[in-house]
């Protein structure tokens, strides 16, 4: 029955249902078994989430407009909200092993709905870090005509003092200011304002990653939360996006290729995007049937187009400005067609505007790098790739990631040697950086570990264990390295290395490390090695203790948490390596 004009019978007590909806919602009962178009949302409890609810309303209301305009026979139905958790919040406390496992849940709600109430065409609002990624997840696999609005960005704060810029990540790295009237003015005025974190941190990356992918049309990435446009100007674009989709039978899954994955990925590198991208964008690639690693790129291409690729933005955290100034030097466009003037992308992918990203760029016209935000390839801000795979024997199957464009120092001739100071958890980490921080030593590299996909369980971030040793470093002039087979905010700068697999839980050479063991971490050839684990008695000796530890202690290693929440259980049975986007296993 669906698409008749009439209430028809297929189900009276569902149609009674229906015809109460429509009244509520002021649309025509006529069309109860049209087409469902629908409008999503992400809600949480943080400053990231307090424009989407307007947003939600201003798409709903164009929508509405253009089905009575157009006398389309579509039904539309009321707006549906998911889940959100906020990074910024939760970072440095146990609750932060939630936000990885929240971009699951969003996926499972939004797929629930997009599945009960047979959607045929989505407009989802999205903001913070891991809601937008679930939320394109369940589109995905849904794989009706969908177009995605990210709700903005915040504006930079200003530091009353000094009257310079400051955000979440300067906040993060006062923390342990002993002034506490500064810390409390930088606290206060880091975040003005609504929006999700404004640098090149995860939210953006992965706002740009989807914009250039297909799914949002480009000139509504950088502009901030709090611009009117937002509210005037994008949700009847938006509604263009859906007709068009629609009516040329445009799909999810038509957009989404592995020639547009590499674009996104292409421009996550070349903006010094977060290292959160490497799970993200695997776990994007799944949804729309794509295997990542086989499909788009290897991670020797992966390497060797960052050994080529140079940052061309100048962004926080490892530059000076944010996206507001992206927004005012072209916006993404100007980004986007610096690299397709260059030849680093391929134009003829689809977007969702019913243009290539060619003819898109084309059509908006952006102005050419300024050199201040914007750089030219030729001139650029850095001089290679944002990202870099390392491989080695404690990563044997490569996948540990390295943030290149944020190391502030160490690295001499492409080549870090460090000392090992090892931390089975995060917290333990945290509590000697606050009350041991002379204990630190220049050329350390910290190890965490159990605290990957299934040790934490839920692969939390590292922002604040990160930002105190970069605010340790830079007022000592030292380098402290770190290394994790857990996983950073786009904040965190520093010789940081995380994603390190196989993890500590399931024995990974990461668990075998000890204090005072020589690491390196080799640039020129991607590689990241413990000196000690080369030796095969001394590697198979401490895996024989580690293996007699975890069977004295029931199967769980005694240095890894127990879990009891249910959702924390499901991460620790389910939970898929990084190289496979850490996320739950369908299975």
Known sequence: MRGNSGPGISNPGRDVQRVGTANFLGEDVGKIHGPVWAVLGNLGDSQ????????VEAVQAAMSRRIAHDDRDNRLIAPAFTIGVSDGQLNGTPEMRFSLIGRELVNDAASTHLAANQIEGLIAVVACDKPPVGTVAALLEHNVPSVILSDGSIKPGVNPRTGERIDLVTAFQFATEPDEELRAEVTLHACPGQGSCGGMFTYNTMQSFIGVVGLEPLHMVAPTSDDPRRLTQFPDELVDCLVTMTDRGIRPRDIVTPSSLRNALVVSMAMGGSTNVMLHSVEIARAAGIDLWNDVLSQNEFNA??????VIVNMRPFGAYSMVDVEGAGGLPAVVNELLRTGFLDGGTMTCTGETLAEQVDRLAPPLANHEVIYSVATPFKSTGGLRLLRGNLAPEGGAILKLAGVESGIIDGVFTGRARVFNSERSLIEALDN???????????????????????????????????SLCRKRGITIALMTDA????????????????????????????DGDTITVDINRDRLDCRQLDDAETFALRSKEWESRVRANGGLHPDAISVTHRVLKRMRNTALPALRGGGMSAG
């Open 48 to 55: 990231c989430y307090l424009g989407v609810q307007q947003k």
């Open 305 to 310: 187009l960052s050994h080529r690729l140079p």
């Open 436 to 470: 041991r921080p002379d204990e630190f030593r220049d050329n350390d590299m910290v190890v965490i570990r159990y605290e990957g996909p299934r040790g934490a369980p839920g692969m939390p971030e590292m922002l604040d264990p990160t930002s105190k040793i970069t």
């Open 487 to 514: 996983r950073f905010s786009g904040g965190s700068v520093g010789l940081v290395i995380g994603h390190v697999a196989p993890e500590a839980l399931l024995g990974g050479p990461i668990a075998l490390v000890q």
